[in-house]
């Protein structure tokens, strides 16, 4: 099957039902995101949003259907290369940041170079400098998550997720934890790295934010109902 050299990503019919679940989570999803998308995903609680992001985070696997990842059927790759993939391909950003409290900023932000094989080492320091200064956060590298407000830990969390130059960013309710005026400071930071060519997609259920991206789309019962575009 074709696909547009452009497309990052075609999920094509899939359907998703948890092991134990009576009913299918997602139902027959038909999307495509190009490289360099801003994508918002809309729903209520229970909508099936959240596990649309982990079939497109490699997390789940679909039930029936098909996910192009840069072209690749992912149903064939083995768990070893879904990681692989994974590492160098995607970077996530999560509602409650997930950094480890032991490792200073530095050390956090590195630890996804530790696997993946294509960086080397020695070059590690240039790309982890590189994503702090792309989020602000420069000069942050020897305190510890504890040193830092709310919105400073999910600037280095969005540092982590970018610092093996991923193909696409997946951020779940990025600003879940934090006030209205640190929310308006992290989505500047995903809007500029939009600007710079980043493909976005985020799930949000605040209308106000979702419309900073390009494309919104709304899911409920498990089904896509909108593909807005501006």
Same mark, same amino acid.
């Given at each position: 099957?074709?696909? !547009?050299?452009?497309?990052?990503?075609?999920?094509?019919? *899939?359907?998703?039902?948890?092991?134990?679940?009576?009913? @299918?989570?997602?139902? @027959?999803?038909?999307?495509?995101?190009?490289?360099? @998308?801003?994508?918002?995903?809309?729903?209520?609680?229970?909508?099936?949003?959240?596990?649309?992001?982990?079939?497109?985070?490699? #997390?789940?696997? &679909?039930?029936?259907?098909?996910? =192009?990842?840069?072209?690749?059927?992912? !149903? /064939?790759? $083995?768990?070893?290369?879904?990681?692989?993939?994974?590492?160098?391909?995607?970077?996530?950003?999560?509602?409650?940041?997930?950094?480890?409290?032991?490792?200073?900023? =530095?050390?956090?932000?590195?630890?996804?170079?530790? =696997?993946?094989?294509?960086?080397?080492?020695?070059?590690?320091? %240039?790309? *982890?400098?590189?994503?702090?200064?792309?989020?602000?956060?420069?000069?942050?590298?020897?305190?510890?998550? %504890?040193?830092?407000?709310?919105?400073?830990?999910?600037? +280095?969390? +969005?540092?982590?997720?970018?610092?093996?130059?991923?193909?696409? #960013?997946?951020?779940?309710? &990025?600003?879940?934890?934090? %006030?209205?005026?640190? !929310?308006?400071?992290?989505?500047?930071?995903?809007?500029?790295?939009?600007?710079?060519?980043?493909?976005?997609?985020?799930?949000?259920?605040?209308?106000?934010?979702?419309?900073? /991206?390009?494309?919104?789309?709304? #899911? !409920?019962?498990?089904?896509?109902? $909108?593909?807005?575009? @501006?």
């Amino acid at each position: 099957m074709s696909h !547009s050299m452009n497309s990052l990503i075609n999920l094509e019919n *899939v359907v998703f039902r948890y092991p134990q679940a009576k009913t @299918d989570t997602l139902i @027959d999803i038909k999307l495509s995101i190009k490289q360099g @998308d801003y994508l918002a995903i809309l729903g209520t609680s229970g909508s099936g949003k959240s596990t649309l992001l982990s079939i497109l985070g490699l #997390i789940n696997k &679909p039930t029936k259907g098909e996910y =192009y990842l840069l072209g690749t059927a992912t !149903s /064939a790759l $083995t768990n070893k290369s879904i990681s692989l993939l994974k590492n160098r391909e995607i970077g996530f950003i999560f509602q409650n940041f997930n950094l480890l409290s032991h490792l200073k900023v =530095y050390e956090n932000v590195a630890l996804p170079l530790s =696997y993946n094989t294509e960086i080397q080492r020695k070059n590690y320091k %240039d790309h *982890v400098q590189q994503s702090l200064s792309l989020v602000g956060m420069e000069g942050f590298s020897n305190r510890y998550p %504890d040193q830092l407000s709310g919105g400073q830990q999910q600037r +280095i969390a +969005i540092a982590r997720a970018l610092v093996c130059s991923p193909s696409l #960013i997946l951020a779940d309710e &990025p600003t879940g934890n934090l %006030d209205s005026k640190t !929310s308006d400071q992290i989505f500047d930071v995903l809007d500029n790295l939009n600007s710079l060519g980043k493909t976005i997609c985020l799930i949000t259920h605040d209308e106000s934010y979702s419309k900073r /991206a390009k494309r919104r789309i709304h #899911i !409920s019962d498990g089904k896509l109902r $909108t593909d807005a575009l @501006d």
